[in-house]
């Protein structure tokens, strides 16, 4: 729910229920030790904040299940360094990724898309230096 773990600094793993179908606001914003995630296959939306915060988190796989991300989603997830957005997600809100220090690469599957201006704030992910992006 809505802030459910938020804060939570004694919280490393997280493996969420095959019925989790939306991972609502700020989830798991500022859990200062999380470094594992486990995303359900039938994962659709991740809302904003959910993993704000998150400063040793250091890498996520996204189901192909998902549709939507939305703003500060990963915001200051100092230690991420490389995200795959697979060919399903339709909707990237803006500042989705802003402040991801060692995010040094970005993989964009193939697929319709909408992007906002300031997705990859370019200047607070200093380390970004590879997009791919599949195209047909």
């Known amino acids: 729910g809505y802030k459910a773990f938020c804060g939570c600094s004694s919280l490393h793993t997280v493996v969420l229920p095959s019925s989790v179908t939306t991972i609502e606001?700020?989830?798991f914003g500022h859990c200062s030790e999380l470094t594992?995630?486990?995303l359900p296959s039938a994962?659709?939306?991740i809302e904003g904040d959910t993993f704000s915060g998150c400063s040793l988190l250091r890498e996520m796989s996204i189901p192909d299940s998902?549709?939507?991300i939305e703003s500060f989603t990963f915001h200051c997830c100092r230690a991420l360094q490389s995200i795959t957005?697979?060919?399903s997600i339709s909707f990237v809100?803006?500042?989705a990724f802003t402040e991801c220090h060692s995010l040094?690469?970005?993989y964009i599957?193939?697929?319709q898309r909408q992007y906002f201006e300031h997705l990859f704030d370019t200047a607070r992910c200093a380390s970004l230096k590879t997009l791919l992006v599949e195209i047909d």
């Open 25 to 27: 606001h700020c989830a």
């Open 36 to 38: 594992n995630v486990v």
């Open 43 to 45: 994962l659709e939306s």
């Open 66 to 68: 998902v549709c939507r």
């Open 85 to 87: 957005l697979p060919a």
């Open 93 to 95: 809100s803006e500042w």
């Open 104 to 106: 040094q690469t970005i």
């Open 109 to 111: 599957s193939q697929g």
